[in-house]
């Protein structure tokens, strides 16, 4: 079946620092592929995505490219601030089908 | 815009007894809404995807009878854990679709605990 399997956390890092977090996925087919924010105390927010192959999502500085020949879509920043402290869990949606399967999540947490 | 509520976001309960939890689209319609349960450290594991007006389909291993699911309106969802024992204590997430729109919105989430 489908999975998502992303870097376990947590991660510490400091304010301006570049950020990575890896998701690799298994998927058949072509499946759109999401990034997810959980902030503390609120639910998930959705962060970016991306629908085929060598797409790039971005929001407010964060990207993830899609990449079909190492299935992997991961998260950078390249700077980040203490904000950005928070869950982010990757996602995968098959083509055709509404359901969602996600990641582990990874908590960041960003010092000044 | 799209915003999701969860109420309770938590609550405590004596083992043997039902726990209702109420998931609504606050500013939108949602032809279908969805029910996980997440774990510690653990991801989101979808039980139920629910649509209104018509049966919750439910994901394999999980307890229908256990687990209501209740679609009554395109803005209102609830879950209802009956007799609950100490391993249903969980942190329950719903998220609703908009009628025209493919994304889910998420609601904040109910902290379960069964004593």
């Known amino acids: 079946g489908d999975s998502v399997t992303q870097m376990e956390g947590p991660v510490t890092l400091s304010e301006e620092a570049f950020l990575t977090i890896n998701c690799t996925y298994t998927?058949?087919?072509?499946?759109?592929l999401f990034w997810y924010v959980q902030y503390p105390g609120e639910g998930l927010q959705l962060l970016l995505k991306?629908?085929?192959?060598?797409d790039k999502g971005s929001n407010k500085g964060f990207e993830a490219t899609y990449r079909k020949e190492t299935t992997s879509f991961h998260l950078e920043k390249g700077s980040v601030q203490v904000s950005d402290s928070a869950v982010y869990f990757c996602?995968?949606?098959?083509?055709?089908?509404?359901?969602?399967?996600f990641g582990t999540g990874t908590r960041l947490t960003i010092i000044p | 815009g799209a915003v999701v509520s969860q109420h309770p976001s938590w609550v405590i309960c004596k083992s043997g007894t039902s726990v209702k939890i109420e998931c609504r689209s606050l500013?939108?319609?949602?032809?279908?809404m969805f029910w996980y349960r997440q774990f510690p450290k653990q991801s989101l594991m979808l039980m139920a995807t629910?649509?209104?007006?018509?049966?919750?389909?439910?994901e394999q291993g999980v307890e229908k009878d256990k687990f209501l699911i209740n679609h009554a309106s395109l803005t209102l969802s609830t879950l209802t854990v009956t007799s609950a024992h100490p391993e249903d204590s969980s942190f329950y997430i719903c998220?609703?679709?908009?009628?025209?729109?493919?994304?889910?919105?998420f609601g904040p989430g109910t902290r379960l605990t069964v004593l």
């Open positions: 500013d939108f319609q949602a032809t279908t």
């Open positions: 629910s649509n209104e007006g018509s049966k919750a389909t439910y």
């Open positions: 998220s609703a679709r908009e009628v025209s729109a493919g994304e889910q919105f």
């Open positions: 991306a629908t085929k192959a060598d």
């Open positions: 998927a058949t087919g072509y499946p759109s």
């Open positions: 996602a995968l949606r098959p083509f055709g089908n509404e359901k969602l399967t």
